[in-house]
């Protein structure tokens, strides 16, 4: 299956306008997980890069061979015992998130194409997950 990363561009250039004006990347927050989205730009990425230290997981997308960054893929974290977490859809290719220690389910979806993943996320430090999605075409 070939995705089209010009609906994803076009999808997230909207979002991003969203985001754009009120000068940062949105960070939301429910009970104590807390989750922010975005990276489109390098001006946006370098505004996560500054949230990294509030953040225990970074999750990046991408497409495999050209590593071209990715948005508008959902994104669904259940805790081990499968309560879900975290249900949204990336507004760019990072996701940053502070999640209490512990093992999580991740299941992310861009196009057809599902991906599953275990992430134990540590009492102290940060874990990072890379998603690479094959047959899309930047450009189209």
């Given at each position: 299956?070939?995705?089209?990363?010009?609906?994803?561009?076009?999808?997230?250039?909207?979002?991003?306008?969203?985001?754009?004006?009120?000068?940062?990347?949105?960070?939301?927050?429910?009970?104590t997980?807390?989750?922010?989205?975005?990276?489109?730009?390098?001006?946006?990425?370098?505004?996560?890069?500054?949230?990294?230290?509030?953040?225990?997981?970074?999750?990046?997308?991408?497409?495999?061979?050209?590593?071209?960054?990715?948005?508008?893929?959902?994104?669904?974290?259940?805790?081990?015992?499968?309560?879900?977490?975290?249900?949204?859809?990336?507004d760019?290719?990072?996701?940053?998130?502070?999640?209490?220690?512990?093992?999580?389910?991740?299941?992310?979806?861009?196009?057809?194409?599902?991906?599953?993943?275990?992430?134990?996320?540590?009492?102290?430090?940060?874990?990072?997950?890379?998603?690479?999605?094959?047959?899309?075409?930047?450009?189209e």
């Amino acid at each position: 299956m070939r995705a089209s990363v010009k609906a994803v561009v076009a999808i997230a250039a909207s979002l991003l306008l969203g985001a754009s004006a009120l000068g940062q990347p949105v960070v939301r927050e429910v009970g104590t997980v807390r989750w922010v989205s975005g990276g489109i730009t390098g001006e946006e990425r370098a505004e996560l890069i500054l949230l990294l230290p509030d953040h225990n997981v970074r999750i990046v997308t991408a497409a495999a061979g050209s590593g071209a960054y990715l948005a508008d893929v959902s994104l669904l974290v259940r805790t081990a015992g499968g309560a879900p977490v975290i249900e949204t859809r990336l507004d760019g290719p990072w996701l940053l998130a502070r999640l209490p220690p512990g093992r999580y389910q991740l299941t992310l979806t861009f196009g057809e194409v599902v991906q599953h993943r275990s992430l134990d996320v540590p009492a102290v430090g940060r874990r990072e997950a890379y998603f690479y999605w094959s047959g899309v075409q930047v450009g189209e």
